[in-house]
């Protein structure tokens, strides 16, 4: 079955700084890896997504993701960091679930904080 | 604009009745998903459906029940038998010729008192 692993439950950061979310996967086959973002009391946004290609995505508001297979991680990064940064970040993996279907499951989460 | 539509954004019950949350979408999406999503412990789901019609369980899905008759329209009922029902719950849809990201709604808080 597939998992992700968000490590951290919590990341702090200076406004400026560069961060890292971190995002571990297990699942059979090639994967479809996904970020989202929750503000409070909201639903969840696409950030971006990896499905082939290049190993570096970049997406939206300045957020990029490293794929590495042999570690099976896709890191979530952004060079300098805003105080509006601060959220609740998803990593997901899609797999299918057999019938023409497929199923995202998600990490638990990690909360970031951007301190100014 | 195409989206997601949840409702009502906020809702309490009493203990022993069951609720209804609306989850309506533009999308011309396939596949819907209900997940309910708690403190520290992420998104689970609960329902989803794949066709109009057809649905399947989820990993949570006692105490719920759905109904699929509109392409548009996936509702959520939370019954009296599921045991701890205040959670803050997350309508997705997929296009399934797409590559892959589900589209969520803005969810539905549910509260029992």
């Known amino acids: 079955a597939q998992s992700v692993a968000q490590p951290e439950d919590q990341v702090n950061v200076a406004e400026g700084n560069p961060l890292t979310v971190k995002c571990t996967y297990s699942?059979?086959?090639?994967?479809?890896l996904f970020w989202y973002v929750q503000y409070p009391n909201r639903g969840l946004q696409f950030l971006l997504k990896y499905i082939t290609g290049d190993n570096l995505v970049k997406g939206s508001y300045g957020f990029e993701a490293e794929f590495n297979k042999s570690q099976t991680s896709f890191h979530l990064k952004k060079p300098s960091a805003l105080v509006s940064d601060s959220a609740l970040y998803f990593c997901?993996?899609?797999?299918?679930?057999?019938?023409?279907?497929?199923?995202?499951?998600f990490g638990k989460g990690t909360k970031l904080s951007v301190i100014p | 604009d195409g989206g997601i539509t949840q409702s009502p954004k906020y809702l309490f019950r009493k203990e022993g009745q069951n609720v209804t949350l609306s989850c309506e979408q533009n999308?011309?999406?396939?596949?819907m998903y209900w997940y309910r999503q708690d403190p520290g412990q992420g998104l689970r789901l609960i329902y989803y459906s794949q066709i109009v019609n057809d649905f399947q369980k989820g990993d949570i899905a006692e105490g719920y029940s759905v109904s699929r008759e509109k392409k548009e329209s996936f509702p959520l009922t939370v019954t009296s038998a599921q045991k701890n029902p205040t959670a803050f719950y997350l309508c997705a849809s997929y296009d399934r010729v797409g590559t892959g990201e589900l589209f969520f709604g803005e969810g539905s808080r549910l509260t029992v008192l």
């Open positions: 699942v059979s086959g090639n994967p479809y």
């Open positions: 999308l011309n999406h396939d596949a």
């Open positions: 997901a993996v899609r797999a299918y679930s057999g019938a023409g279907s497929y199923q995202l499951t």
